[in-house]
């Protein structure tokens, strides 16, 4: 037990969960070796790194940026002045120019395999722990392989060919396994894991791994199975959605309940990440509101006025669809004093516009010091994001709105697209009308026929900035093609990151992914 509680010490340096999974609500700064980890708030205490690992996901500079900077739905545009160019990094992500030495690249592999270490040390403390029902144990190990596995769905996601470490205590230095084996690795995990897990849908099983959340990532596996291993699995997609409705799952009735600040009750969301205002909390709002817009609001937050929505995207939604409303901020910001529009300190009106346009004389050149299409955009221009509803009376602290990983009307569009790829789209069409009714608030704009565009397309409008646009992309075919900012077609290569030249400084046994220079 020694060797347990010092790692348990270890941990509890790292902050606790709170909030959704009633974690850390009690700081065990004495352990006493015997008993510790004998009781369901210690062993949240132990675990609770592991979960708060997925907090790393949503930076504008990890994972939840890089799906969508990348993709033809987000951008943080340089605004006049040279807020937001950061050395060419969102111009990078948007005209697909990263390399090996981008920060964005580095960043996002520091934060998944940092989240994939945390797992791993828990796991170790988990693993070692006498003072566990077998029952109980096998589950709480089972969660954290969950958990594991869920980060290597992101490596190999983003970075294809990875190092497979699931050894805490192994301080040697891993090679890269290929893409096709850390694939299977993850499903066999699920797999075997999915038995243990708890089935139930409900508060005490909410920001858990659950069997839902394995089943729903067993889902996207096999989704992606074509891209990623060269095999299709449509038929193992269906399979796993058929069983993720049988659980306790329901779409809400409100689609915005699933992004209210407390959404802890939405029982759509199958997997998500806790926040918490006092913990590390949602900061959506921070990236992309301008600095006033907090003002006509109702709340106070140093914003940055960054991140907002690619205009063809915006415009791609019809203006009947209530979820454009919902994710979009667009026109005047009043001041409630006043009754005026606020003024930038351009002294121009702060009106968020949905067009993006270049302020002639700004643009900016490439690494190379060739002129590109990229140039600086006036502080009020494009729809920011405001589908996690911001809290008014909010002072100076981050949102407390839990974020979705993974939530039903994906598992819905995902069984929807494996049925019309099979060629069974009369199968797929209630469940994407029952999604499009939902938006829609009626039966008028259901689908009669269902395309595989169709399915597309609903896929982009219902999971808009939820971690899905680059994958679906390039599923889809549409990730290389010319778009906003990028009039030309992207190199193949491109559909993978290149592992980062920090990674390879500190691990050489790494090599680089096909397309891009060799360290």
């Given at each position: 037990m020694n060797r347990t509680i010092k790692y348990i010490t270890c941990l509890l340096g790292l902050a606790l969960m709170?909030?959704?999974?009633?974690?850390?609500?009690?700081?065990?700064?004495?352990?006493?070796?015997?008993?510790?980890?004998n009781t369901p708030e210690q062993l949240n205490a132990i675990i609770g790194p592991a979960y708060k690992s997925l907090k790393r996901l949503q930076p504008y500079?990890?994972?939840?940026?890089?799906?969508?900077?990348?993709?033809?739905?987000?951008?943080?545009?340089t605004r006049l002045g040279g807020d937001w160019w950061d050395g060419g990094m969102y111009m990078e992500?948007?005209?697909?120019?990263?390399?090996?030495?981008?920060?964005?690249?580095?960043?996002?592999?520091?934060?998944?395999?940092?989240?994939?270490?945390?797992?791993?040390?828990?796991?170790?403390?988990?693993?070692?722990?006498?003072?566990?029902?077998?029952?109980?144990?096998?589950?709480?190990?089972?969660?954290?392989?969950?958990?594991?596995?869920?980060?290597?769905?992101?490596?190999?996601?983003?970075?294809?060919?990875?190092?497979?470490?699931?050894?805490?205590?192994?301080?040697?230095?891993?090679?890269?396994t290929p893409r096709e084996q850390v694939y299977q690795f993850i499903v066999d995990e699920l797999n075997e894991i999915?038995?243990?897990?708890?089935?139930?849908?409900?508060?005490?099983?909410?920001?858990?791994?659950?069997?839902?959340?394995?089943?729903?990532l067993l889902a996207k596996m096999y989704l992606n199975a074509e891209e990623w291993t060269g095999t299709p699995n449509w038929s193992g997609v269906i399979e796993q959605c058929e069983e993720i409705k049988k659980l306790g799952y329901s779409l809400t009735a409100d689609w915005t309940a699933n992004f209210t600040v407390h959404n802890e009750s939405s029982r759509e969301i199958i997997l998500p990440i806790c926040f918490s205002a006092t913990d590390g909390g949602n900061s959506i709002h921070l990236y992309t509101l301008h600095y006033l817009d907090p003002i006509a609001l109702g709340f106070k937050a140093a914003?940055?006025?960054?991140?907002?929505?690619?205009?063809?995207?915006?415009?791609?939604?019809?203006?009947?669809?209530?979820?454009?409303?919902?994710?979009?901020?667009?026109?005047?910001?009043?001041?409630?004093?006043?009754?005026?529009?606020?003024?930038?300190?351009?002294?121009?009106p702060l009106n968020h516009t949905v067009d993006l346009n270049i302020v002639p004389g700004t643009e900016k050149r490439d690494a190379a010091g060739n002129l590109t299409g990229w140039g600086e955009v006036n502080q009020e221009?494009?729809?920011?994001?405001?589908?996690?509803?911001?809290?008014?009376?909010?002072?100076?602290?981050?949102?407390?709105?839990?974020?979705?990983?993974?939530?039903?009307?994906?598992?819905?569009?995902?069984e929807a697209e494996a049925l019309v790829r099979l060629g069974r789209a009369g199968e797929a069409l209630p469940l994407v009308n029952e999604i499009r009714q939902r938006a829609f608030g009626n039966t008028q704009h259901n689908y009669n026929v269902l395309?595989?565009?169709?399915?597309?397309?609903?896929?982009?409008?219902?999971?808009?900035?939820?971690?899905?646009?680059?994958?679906?992309?390039?599923r889809f075919g549409t990730f290389l093609q010319p778009k906003f900012m990028?009039?030309?077609?992207?190199?193949?290569?491109?559909?993978?990151?290149?592992?980062?030249?920090?990674?390879?400084?500190?691990?050489?046994?790494?090599?680089?992914?096909?397309?891009?220079?060799?360290?």
């Open positions: 709170t909030a959704c999974t009633d974690l850390g609500e009690e700081v065990y700064d004495k352990l006493p070796k015997d008993t510790f980890g500079d990890s994972a939840w940026g890089m799906s969508g900077m990348t993709s033809d739905a987000m951008i943080a545009p992500q948007t005209m697909h120019t990263w390399d090996a030495r981008s920060y964005s690249v580095q960043t996002l592999w520091d934060n998944c395999t940092a989240g994939l270490t945390a797992v791993n040390a828990v796991y170790s403390i988990v693993e070692t722990n006498d003072l566990l029902s077998p029952e109980l144990k096998a589950r709480y190990l089972g969660e954290l392989r969950g958990l594991r596995a869920f980060w290597y769905y992101q490596l190999i996601d983003y970075f294809g060919n990875v190092p497979l470490v699931t050894d805490f205590k192994d301080t040697s230095l891993p090679s890269i999915i038995p243990v897990l708890r089935d139930d849908v409900s508060d005490e099983s909410y920001g858990k791994f659950t069997q839902g959340a394995a089943r729903t914003t940055w006025n960054g991140i907002c929505g690619v205009p063809d995207f915006v415009k791609a939604f019809d203006d009947a669809d209530s979820r454009k409303e919902a994710t979009f901020l667009i026109g005047p910001m009043i001041d409630p004093s006043t009754g005026e529009v606020l003024m930038t300190t351009a002294n121009r221009d494009g729809a920011r994001i405001k589908k996690w509803q911001f809290e008014r009376g909010m002072a100076n602290t981050d949102m407390e709105n839990d974020v979705a990983i993974f939530r039903l009307a994906d598992v819905y569009l995902m395309t595989l565009e169709d399915v597309y397309r609903e896929r982009r409008f219902e999971l808009a900035y939820e971690f899905t646009e680059r994958q679906d992309m390039i990028k009039p030309y077609v992207t190199e193949s290569y491109r559909k993978l990151l290149p592992i980062p030249f920090t990674a390879w400084q500190k691990n050489n046994k790494l090599t680089q992914n096909p397309g891009y220079p060799g360290f």
